[in-house]
């Protein structure tokens, strides 16, 4: 029943409802649920274009209180003796609102933000909300940004650079020397422990970043020597995200916080450990690779535990914990909507004309062939005889090939019988389909993957799931509506762009075969929209302008929390526009005109062209500036598929 695999993923905040659509519930339970067609229906008539990505901001709230309950939750259990806080990595989504609403929804947890760049430096520092507001400055820092990190210490900020490197350690001290000034700083460290699965190498003795041992005690040693042992603020690591396994994580926070204890044995009156971002979110089934087969609860309690076992051991105070969660916070805030524009299917029944009385050698052999498996009920031929059909048909179109290659066979002559291999290659399929489900020879294998039906769609992978085409980051792809028919067509979505990478390749549903989806055969005259769930982390940000196409149109909704059902859209941000896109690679409107006016006029002075038809042409050409870079006219499918 469950084949998209929503309830694996969903995580009680997206669900089929009684109409048969996808529906999400705004808080993560059964309080409030949204139609996501009404949604559609209200963007469609205030004329906005699809792809669209749906922000759900309820759900960005309902995040934030669900980690940080689960760490108050492990905090009171365990009698620990300090508090929690999160502090949300901007990277992993930077829309200004994004990062206000997280913020707001953490107000009453105290949560921070943290930063990794120059440009994340300036957009967080003036999105503190008080002093003690957390600021954790991570990546490699120039003399300019941990200046202007020392200006905000100044300024009675709770701001703490993260040491990453032992020279930048060096120059933050040179710095705070001249200016004369203390600063609070913390140190990332090379733990031994790593992590596991894709971002692995965030963690252990390989990581990019981090402080080896040696080098963290040539830094306690310049503090102590310069009585500044309390500068040190904060210990953290990065397991890198997705953390498959608790062990793995517990581990790491006991080591870390046996250094934490050693150095607090040596004097240095630690604040802080901070256990870094790969809180995992289950893309998948759980029982999948890279799955997540932990709760939030159970990741909050490995870090609470860890950490206080050892400290109460070796007796130190308990510090503040504070991860810097960021995938678990927004992946599931937003969904994109995408809409098919067509899908083509290798074999049509429908158009299969009688075979001509002059047919080739070859094309008779194949309607032979195709009459024998089509006449034979389906479960009566034996395997051995259905896979020889098969090659029969291969051996066929091969040398239809060759023919053709060598000029021996007409174009038409060569599309009926491509035409008549598709069909038969269908045939064969159902025949080895009915004859044993279980069984699996490569043929069926080469079939099945043969024939899915390939439906296009209106969105560019690379603008919009980078992580697909990156690192096979599977997101699940959902009908939004129709939920309730069976989907009897195997189909693989390709988008927009001019590349043989731009598809999806891996699903997320009950098959074993992740390499197709199954979908419904398109109605015409229906739009078809899918959504692509899941793509609130990191996809947002690092969309890529393959082929121009823009970033996509945007819609903020927010539910009404008086009206089951009911909601309101709050914003609508239009897709990026052709010379928007433009812009970005240096191309301008003015110029491009005047080049183009150019070219009309040579044609009207040369007497081959109208001046009125040269002057619609310009207009035209000037027009296409202001449309979004999807596809703005072919929005519903144009033909009928079974
Ligand atoms: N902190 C650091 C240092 C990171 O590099 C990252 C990203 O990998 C994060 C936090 C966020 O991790 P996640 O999105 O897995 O929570």
Redesign the pocket.
Known sequence: ADYYRVDAWGDGFFVVNARGHMAVRPHGDDTLQIDIQDILAELRDRGIRFPALLRFQDVLRARVGRLNRAFIEAIEEAGYDNVYHTVY?I??NQLHEVVEEVLDAGKPYGLGL?C?SRAELVATLAHLESDETLLLC??VKDRSMLSLILSSQRLGKNVIPIMEKYAEFEELVHLADEADQATQFGV?IRLRTSGSGK?AD?GGYQSK?GISLPELMRVVDVLRDSDQGHRLALL?F?L????SEIPQLRQAARELAHIYAELIGLGLPIRYIDV?????VNYTDASEEGGIRYSLNEYANAVVYAIKEVCDEREVPHPVLV????????AHHSVLVIETIDAYRKNNADAEPELPGDAHRIAENLDRTLAWLRDTEAGQASVAEVIEAYHDVVDNQEEAATLFAMGYLSLEQNATIERMYWSSCTAVLEHLRALDPEYAPPEVQQLEELLVDQYLVDFSVFQSMLDHWAIEQPFPVVPLARLDERPTRRGMLVDLTCDSDGKMTQYVTADEDKKFVRLHPLNPGEAYPLGIFLMG??QDIMGDSHNLFGRVSEAHIYADAEEDGNFWIEKVIPGQKVEDILAQVQYFPNDLHRRMQQQVKQKIDAGEMRPKRGMEILDQYKAAFAEETYLVNARVPRKAEE
């Open positions: 990595p990277k992993v943290e990794g991570n990546g990332r971002w965030s970043f953290h990065h890198g995200s997705q953390i870094g971002g790969g809180l995992g991860s810097e969660s960021g995938r678990a916070i927004t982390a990191y």
